[in-house]
């Protein structure tokens, strides 16, 4: 029944509680003036409001790191842990706890080289969590190191002459990881990309693995100046199965390519191309059959307290004399 | 110690000698069933009124060479009319099926002159004259070290009913042993029913006539003969091992999610937990290292679901950042650590209580955490339940310890009844008042209570930087200081809600032992004992190492002296007798620094459990050496106030 008795199919159905962006912004943000985790901020608040997420069902999990300062400025739950072992956490949140939309903010240093054995293994768990690799191909919060994805020849302050080893390719990796699931490349500086790609993560089941190519004008400001003067360099992923930009978006890449994500072999060349001429962005990969650990480690979880004792019990016997 | 004998006539046909007690040992190369053999006729014993107590002996290697000092393989099992509380001394029966894993036992001090051995003669006849040389010279030795050999052809008479006798041989012991302890031969048949469940009927049933073979043969060939008198008990009762114990405990704690690693010798609880915590509701993670095992356990405990994680002490040695988060972050987590010898990778089959200082100061910072010790495996299972609860209520970690000792040792316990108040209670998700703070410290206690993700208005980040009590990143001196302040009230809180330790034995006295963790069962026969000679001792126990249980110091200010006893490292040499330098046992230190008081310290670190005997004969020492310098009491060191 309507309003007044009256039988209709107009009235407002208004949802009890609405979010605004605001009620996802947490503290000022303290990144450097022109840092590009302010875009990736805005992008995941634009999410969680566009999606409606009860802001007390988010989880930000981070590591350490400039970037790793995420859960600070989302008006959320979050976990700012150790450096390297944000994924085991974000796991652990995720173990029993189905119902959390659990973001993780991780570095180049935190997720490719400290945390490097987590990385292999949270990809192959594959719970339904999506992380953020924060790649601005340096160390920022100690000031300047030279991180595993810093190109050869970057000049920092443990190798003033420039870096000695090829960069670590974290796509390559990754797609390389057992049971990987959904692989995505953005740049931080295009907000309909960044927005798009963190999107169709957010919705993917599984770990959501989105390599940021974020700019950090303090100390490697130098390595992406060309990625971002010139458009040409960016190789553009689209596909129905993957991400879609808007056209008028689209139009501002003029290298762009329909990449089917469930082809694995493709997205292996692609992910290898990356670094020599064009840098692909948008969904290199995406398989939404993989095997999730959710399903195992949500087992049990429906019990009741009698049912327990009883099973409790029925343990116990098995020791009895 | 000799068995108290004594003639019986009653029971058997044949008369039976009655002991009291009985320390027996299956002693083999690995893989040769004796641990199962062992294991059954332990449960034969409980099942039949006797106290009972086993230990496996355990090479470090999976495959050590056959017929080697190290590889010796095997389990003792000491059983009595009396509850057995520890591995005891010196074994009374030995069955072998090779001489040489002999020496690996003597080398740890388990037998004495008159220890009866069985021993298969294969190796008289053997293809190669390098080892009948070497048996023979063994039996010459033996003989030499007082040692009762008894030649036992088992495999011989095992190739009458079996193909491979080598795997057979240890249900025929079984049947054997059966017999001479004057044990119904079906409790036997039982166990190897159970044993073998998973297996054909066919496969029972040839164990099934291995055991009647050994119980027959012992009673035509062998003139040993004897007889437990057996204890009434009216309560039901469970056998297991400490780790078994502790897995149990976990699920009955209603701890939903344990995260581990694979480690000595605290991996076999995951091995209880594998199967049975799922029909109980619960999660075993096993993870990818150390780490990430305690970063999901404080992941599933963020979310609301206090979880557990299970090391040794290497393990312990990684998570140690982690567990300075949970202490910083105020995260409830229980973590278990199964003692071994350390440093590093140190003796990881093998006993010591060397981690307590790593314990508890481990964390860089200050980082004040409460920790625990279990004496007993019955223990094992309730202070898992304990420590969940003082996880949650402190808002912090606790560590329980316990070591090899009770994680291999297997006893009968009176069984546990599953309570409601033991499980956790469902994750509350009611709206969380905004008046509140994310750490609204009670100024008395530190104590504040904790969102949990899902409560609206709850909303907070953790983090380990230093923070206010509303949650918020904050550098300044005075945050700093009050955080610091609140985490260590909460130890001094939980130290006034503790009860004073009970001393065992006179209130006051000469001597006082002082002991926490698995040697409680080796002291307090000890005392008895030394307390029968005359000796004015009486023994202390601690199951709080931090805080440290209340009233200790006005309890040493009774007793003339005050003595750790433990399996842990401090300098024993002469020469640091009176060295101001001598490094004295961590708990000492700790005892020293909490009541001001001159604490002695004994120690050895030879990878064994403490026997009684041992401790009797420190004890007999340090009265010998208090004496010899002057009368009792003279010596008010225990009063001494620095």
Redesign the interface.
Known sequence: MGMFGTENDWELDPPPRYFSLEDYEGGAARWCPGCGDFGVLTAVQRICRDEQLEPEQIVAVSGIGCSSRFPHYMDTYGFHGLHGRPLPVACGIKSRRPDLKVWVATGDGDCCSIGAGHWIHAIRYNMDITVMLFDNNVYGLTKNQTSPTSPQGMKTNTHPRGAWLPPLNPLRAVLGFTNCSFVAQVVDWNPALLYETLRAAYHHRGTSFVRILQRCPAFSGQVFEHLQHDPASLLLLQHEDGMQLDPKVAKLFPNSTTHDPSDMKAAREIADSDGEGKVPVGVLYRDPNSAVYDDFTNLGMEMGLDEKIKALDTELDRFAI | MKPDTQSSSTGASSARTEVREQIIEIVSDSGEGAQKAGQAFG?VC??SGCGVWTVEIIPAEIKPPSRSRAGASGIRIRFGSDTVTNMGDEADLVIAFNEQVLYGRIDADAFRPGTRILLDPKWRTDDSPKIRKMYEDALVDFEQRGFVVQELAIEEECAKLVKNPRLGKNMFILGLLTQVYGMDVELAMGEASFLFRRKSDEVIARNHDLIRAGFNFAKENMPLAYEVPQRQTTE?????NGN?ALA?GI??S?I??V?MYPITPATSVSHHLGG?Y??????L?Q???E???I???????????T?CTVTSGPGLALKT??LG?AVMAELPLVLINVQRGGPSTGLPTKVEQGDLFASLYGTPGDAPKIVMAAATIEECFHMVITARKLAETFRGPVLILTDANLATGVQ?IP??????EW?APPIDSSPWDPNVSAYDWDEETGISPR?I?????????????AHTGDA??AYDPDSNEKGMEMRSKKLRALQKSLRPPKVNGDPSGELLIVGWGSTLGAIDEALGRARAEGYSVSSLHLRFVSPMEPGIKEIFERFDRVLTIGIQYSDQDPASTDDPARRRSQFAALLRDETLCDVDSWSQVHGQPLSPGIVLDVIQKNFERAHSKGEPGEEKTGATIS
């Open positions: 449960a409980a099942k039901s009762q469970v056998v297991m078994q149990l699920m009955a209603g939903e999610v995260a049975a799922t029909r109980v509701g619960g999660l993670h993870a990818e290292d780490i990430a095992a970063g999901f356990a404080l992941g599933a405990t963020y979310a609301g679901k979880a950042e982690f988060l009968p069984r546990p009844h599953p309570r409601e499980i969102p993700p899902g409560q609206p208005g709850g909303e907070y980040v953790l983090t380990g930087l918020h990143v």
